[in-house]
């Protein structure tokens, strides 16, 4: 069936490094992406989305790249700290229906 | 603080058993999401109210059920609960009812049926 995957279910990279989650999605109707970080006993929580009509959209360290033709989303996050240690989800969206989440990815950053 | 309100924090009971899970929103918004989060299934969404109407159904069992009241707030109840049905509830908000908007997610009831 469709769905919203995730390549790397756990990521580990040294403070200060760049860090970069994929995600791939399999339905090309899907017009619109979010990023979630979800910390340990925690809701998860907006990071950036962008739309299909874009290719990149940048928040306060974060960029997310949106590549249509392989049907692809990137969460890099700039200067990763240890407070950016979490699972990270992404979720598409297509015409009316609901959001649909991938499975996540566990970002561990080391000191 | 995403401005999402649930609760309780925990729950526990009894297979057979019935809970009310609560939900306020963000102010100012008119939908609401609710979630089921298992380690085995990740997120999945249930069920959305736009406006106390319900707007789209998920994986939504029979034995559950929701509403908006007219102040906003969301009530899920669960019933004839079963062991399976031990997982976190995430309750979300929007500003509309199109699911383009960023929904704002609150800290979730863990319930764990015994």
């Known amino acids: 069936g469709e769905s919203v995957g995730l390549h790397l279910p756990t990521l580990s990279v040294q403070e200060g490094d760049n860090s970069i989650i994929n995600c791939a999605y399999s339905n090309s109707a899907s017009d619109y992406f979010i990023w979630y970080k979800q910390e340990s006993g925690k809701g998860p929580q907006f990071i950036i989305d962008?739309?299909?009509?874009?290719d990149k959209r940048q928040g306060q360290r974060v960029t997310v790249l949106l590549n249509k033709t392989v049907k692809h989303l990137s969460l890099q996050i700039a200067a990763t700290q240890p407070g950016d240690s979490a699972v990270y989800f992404c979720a598409e969206n297509r015409g009316y229906s609901t959001l649909t989440f991938g499975k996540g990815t566990m970002l561990l950053v080391s000191p | 603080d995403s401005g999402v309100t649930q609760t309780p924090k925990h729950l526990i009971t009894a297979t057979g058993q019935r809970v009310t899970l609560r939900c306020s929103p963000r102010?100012?918004?008119?939908?609401v999401y609710w979630y089921q989060q298992s380690l085995d299934q990740g997120l999945q969404f249930l069920i959305q109210?736009?406006?106390?109407?319900?707007?789209a159904k998920g994986n939504i069992l029979e034995r559950f059920s929701a509403q908006q009241f007219p102040d906003l707030h969301s009530e899920l109840n669960l019933s004839s609960l079963e062991l399976g049905d031990s997982a976190l509830y995430f309750c979300?908000?929007?500003?509309?009812?199109?699911?383009?908007?960023?929904?704002?997610f609150g800290a979730g009831t863990r319930l764990s049926v015994l």
């Open positions: 979300a908000s929007s500003v509309s009812g199109s699911t383009k908007n960023i929904q704002y």
């Open positions: 962008i739309r299909s009509n874009m």
């Open positions: 109210y736009y406006n106390g109407e319900e707007r």
């Open positions: 102010s100012g918004d008119l939908s």
